[in-house]
């Protein structure tokens, strides 16, 4: 078993940044790939970011590339998420996922075998 536990939501402007952590316990972190997705109201969830088990390989959406970057410590057992130049249209819960042993960056949620609670993320216009 894998717990995840997000944090670091929040109200932001239009333009503004925040930074979403993931912090796992349970496991050895470095088995698993991780990834965020997010669910806008009213939507499915969609991908945003994965990173290899390793930290070397990284795949965004389009929707976020240039504007989002996912990041691992090892030693913290912690994936991030640094979001800038936000806009109304990222608003959503955003989740971060774990896939054990994972190797394939554009993998869909449903092969990812642990989530968390989810973190609410508001871009005001």
């Known amino acids: 078993q894998v717990q995840l536990v997000e944090s670091g939501g929040g109200l932001v402007q239009a333009g503004g940044s925040l930074r979403l952590s993931c912090a796992a316990s349970?496991?050895?972190?470095?088995?698993?790939?991780m990834a965020w997705f997010r669910q806008a109201p009213g939507k499915e969830r969609e991908f945003v970011a994965a990173?290899?088990?390793?930290?070397?390989?990284?795949y965004y959406a389009d929707s976020v590339k240039g504007r989002f970057t996912i990041a691992r410590d090892s030693a913290k057992n912690t994936a991030y998420l640094q979001m800038n130049s936000l806009n109304p249209e990222d608003t959503a819960v955003y989740y971060c996922?774990?896939?054990?042993?994972?190797?394939?960056?554009?993998?869909?949620?449903?092969?990812?075998?642990?989530w968390g609670q989810g973190t609410q993320v508001t871009v005001s216009s």
């Open positions: 996922a774990a896939e054990l042993l994972g190797t394939n960056l554009l993998a869909p949620a449903y092969e990812y075998d642990y």
């Open positions: 349970g496991r050895t972190f470095s088995n698993y790939q």
């Open positions: 990173i290899s088990r390793s930290g070397v390989s990284t």
